[in-house]
């Protein structure tokens, strides 16, 4: 059989993402990046494991790695609830127009960030804004936090099915970014 010129009905495209499941492997990529940023989204204001909300387990995530934070929708005041100040607060669009220009400076003013990890964005925008910095923002990776495949990013979960998993996933990678090397 002759392959085709092109390929046809591939959703994602060509590249897609490498699924993760070690929270190890996760916590040495976010380590590796000289300017890491967390987008969380407002899906983070719920809590799947009934102790703690998402929110808070993205915060130690931000903390442990020296991460700063954007806040999008509804979370930057809640995030001024539990006594964290958001580094930006950015519309999800805005924040993704941003991060296509490479001149851009950061959230900090140091430079434009070279890890964007997306955390509690619905999946069919996440997946609309993974697209347009896959295909126009080469300079930088991209990286999600959700119990979902996000077939756009570089890196992502796999579709996590029990809660119980993703927690530990989420309190497994807290611990690693904490180490030090």
């Not at 591939?10 to 590796?32: F, M, N, P, Q, R």
């Not at 936090?145 to 996590?160: G, R």
Request: net charge neutral; glycine share 8%; proline share 6%.
């Amino acid at each position: 059989m002759v392959m085709p010129y092109h390929q046809v009905n591939v959703l994602t495209g060509v590249k897609g993402c490498t699924v993760i499941e070690d929270a190890a492997k996760y916590a040495e990529i976010i380590k590796k990046a000289k300017r890491p940023l967390l987008v969380l989204g407002p899906l983070l204001t719920g809590n799947p494991f009934g102790d703690k909300i998402l929110l808070e387990y993205a915060l130690a995530i931000a903390a442990a790695g020296n991460i700063p934070t954007v806040a999008t929708a509804n979370i930057r005041g809640k995030m001024l609830e539990m006594g964290a100040t958001p580094d930006s607060e950015y519309d999800v669009i805005e924040i993704i127009n941003s991060l296509k220009k490479p001149d851009w400076p950061g959230v900090r003013n140091e430079g434009n960030h070279d890890l964007v990890m997306f955390f509690g964005i619905r999946s069919d925008l996440g997946n609309q804004g993974l697209s347009t910095l896959k295909h126009f923002a080469p300079h930088l990776k991209t990286m999600t936090m959700c119990k979902y495949v996000f077939p756009h990013a570089n890196y992502s979960l796999p579709n996590i099915r029990k809660d119980e998993k993703w927690k530990s996933f989420l309190e497994e990678l807290i611990t690693k970014l904490k180490e030090e090397e």
